[in-house]
């Protein structure tokens, strides 16, 4: 039997009430130790509020509350359930949950609710991922893309893909094995004309996919340039709010600073570096080390030149280094006398896309904004698509190089069983996209990254 677990459901602190919890065979008896109503738990009908107060195990009533009952699989976790509404605040909540583990429950750990529900079939792999989207969505575009995956869509579009692939996988089989037959029960051509229209289909998922994993993720950016060139100013006029400090002592930043904001719906994931120069200060060392990091593991770089001076050798190293790297270019200062033009740049610079702004004055910060938006969709408007994950987008991209070697080695007619082996191979990449056969460690990693009580 399973464990009866419990957590809280809502947010730690004061407000209307406090959701408690309870999931596993045997759970209504377990909350009629602490509950008095009118009738016992097990006496109501399941999925009505009852009225109620609770006692701990030395006879004391400390919260009036309303619980529900959840027959087994007709709860979140299919499960036997219960849920108590607390008073909001600290101490009821906690104080019913105390009472609960003193009679038999423990715990949760974070996602096990969920984790419950796909362990029991009541939702598939890519639904209990897009629960987690759901819950840490930034934008309404966002919002819509996990609410699709959670609604099973995106799954279904899987299955369906996963079933053609084993039904040409099957017609391969059979002429592997009766050779003799002259026509064989699927042609070159008819084989060549599946694969193709199989890629067709993955990779126009695929990009609904990444469509969605920007709207879920958002668009990592990390604002690098030498020390005192306007960097946390940038930050600064981006948010829209002083969470950097500014200063002109070179080297004042540190450590790096992360924050977020939406543009036309797509987060953007800002991060301020320390300015990058050779230093003997082995604090600041530290500091220059992790914005190369941050620069190399970043989806853009906005690169700082301060307009006021000359270009230096600092500026010109950096400009080696990310010219293979998708970057902007932003001349700061531009409010100020300048040593630096729009056209020298260019001419330094000429694959790079340059904008001019004043970080002091917000000028020119919107079309910043949109610059960075569209050297990632392409100036396509994201909408629409499914609210992924890297790791689906990772399974689905090696799926979709299988049948690519697939369609090779049947064209260039080097055997079936050679493009069984790779469709098997794709077939194994969807598998895991939906979670069938998941191992522990794969789960352990997916449900870690939820809160306790989801």
Same mark, same amino acid.
């Given at each position: 039997m399973e464990d009866i677990i419990t957590a809280l459901a809502t947010a730690w602190g004061e407000g209307g009430i406090a959701v408690v919890r309870l999931s596993g065979e045997g759970s209504v008896l377990l909350a009629d130790k602490i509950f008095t109503g009118q009738k016992k738990l097990a006496e109501q009908p399941a999925r009505f509020l009852t009225l109620g107060r609770l006692r701990s195990s030395k006879g004391e009533f400390f919260d009036e509350v309303l619980t529900v009952?959840?027959?087994?699989?007709?709860?979140?976790?299919?499960?036997?359930?219960?849920?108590?509404?607390?008073?909001?605040? &600290?101490?009821?909540?906690?104080?019913?949950?105390?009472e609960l583990c003193s009679m038999g429950a423990r715990l949760a750990q974070p996602g096990e609710f969920t984790r419950r529900a796909f362990v /029991?079939?009541? #939702?598939?792999l890519p639904q209990a991922e897009a629960v987690l989207g759901v819950i840490r969505a930034e934008s309404d575009e966002a919002l819509y893309a996990s609410s699709r995956t959670l609604q099973g869509s995106f799954a279904e579009k899987l299955r369906s893909f996963l079933d053609d692939i084993t @039904?040409?996988?099957?017609?391969? $089989?059979? *002429? =592997?094995?009766?050779?003799?037959?002259?026509?064989?029960y699927i042609t070159k051509t008819d084989s060549e004309k599946r694969l193709e229209d199989l #890629?067709?289909?993955?990779?126009? &998922? &695929?990009? %609904?996919?990444?469509?969605? =994993?920007?709207?879920?993720?958002?668009?990592?950016?990390? #604002?690098?340039g030498r020390? /005192?060139?306007?960097?946390?100013? =940038?930050? /600064?006029?981006? &948010?829209?709010?002083?969470?950097?400090?500014?200063?002109?002592?070179?080297g004042t930043t540190r450590d790096r600073i992360e924050e977020t904001f939406t543009h036309k719906g797509i987060p953007i994931r800002i991060i301020d570096t320390a300015g990058i120069r050779?230093?003997?200060? $082995?604090?600041?060392? !530290?500091?220059? /080390?992790?914005?190369?990091?941050?620069?190399? $593991?970043?989806?853009?770089?906005?690169?700082?030149?301060?307009?006021?001076?000359?270009?230096?050798?600092? %500026?010109? $190293?950096? @400009?080696?280094?990310?010219s293979s790297m998708k970057h902007i270019v932003v001349l700061n200062k531009s409010d100020m006398p300048q040593k630096i033009s729009l056209d020298q740049l260019k001419m330094s610079f000429p694959l790079s896309r340059i904008v001019s702004v004043s970080a002091?004055?917000? %000028?020119?910060?919107?079309?910043?904004? *949109?610059i960075m938006v569209n050297e990632i969709t392409g100036g !396509?408007?994201?909408?629409? @698509?499914?609210?992924?994950?890297?790791?689906? !987008?990772?399974?689905?991209?090696?799926?979709?190089?299988s049948l690519r070697e697939t369609l090779k080695i049947v064209s260039e007619g080097l055997g079936n069983d050679l493009a069984i082996t790779c469709l098997s191979d794709s077939r194994s990449e969807l598998a895991k996209l939906l979670g069938i056969d998941a191992t522990e460690n794969l789960l352990d990693t997916i449900f870690s990254q939820f809160c306790v009580g989801k």
């Open positions: 009952r959840f027959d087994k699989g007709a709860s979140y976790t299919a499960e036997e359930s219960v849920e108590i509404h607390c008073h909001g605040g &600290l101490l009821p909540a906690q104080k019913c949950m105390e /029991n079939g009541r #939702i598939d @039904g040409l996988a099957a017609f391969l $089989e059979v *002429d =592997l094995d009766f050779p003799e037959e002259d026509e064989g #890629i067709s289909a993955g990779e126009a &998922l &695929l990009a %609904d996919c990444r469509s969605g =994993l920007i709207l879920r993720e958002g668009i990592k950016t990390a #604002i690098i020390p /005192n060139v306007g960097k946390s100013s =940038l930050l /600064n006029a981006l &948010l829209k709010e002083d969470r950097a400090i500014v200063t002109s002592v070179p050779e230093t003997m200060d $082995e604090v600041e060392c !530290i500091g220059v /080390n992790q914005s190369i990091k941050s620069m190399t $593991e970043a989806d853009l770089r906005v690169w700082v030149i301060d307009a006021g001076d000359e270009l230096t050798a600092e %500026d010109m $190293e950096l @400009g080696r280094r990310v002091l004055k917000s %000028d020119g910060i919107e079309e910043l904004k *949109d !396509i408007k994201v909408t629409g @698509g499914y609210g992924v994950t890297s790791r689906q !987008i990772e399974c689905l991209s090696a799926a979709l190089t």
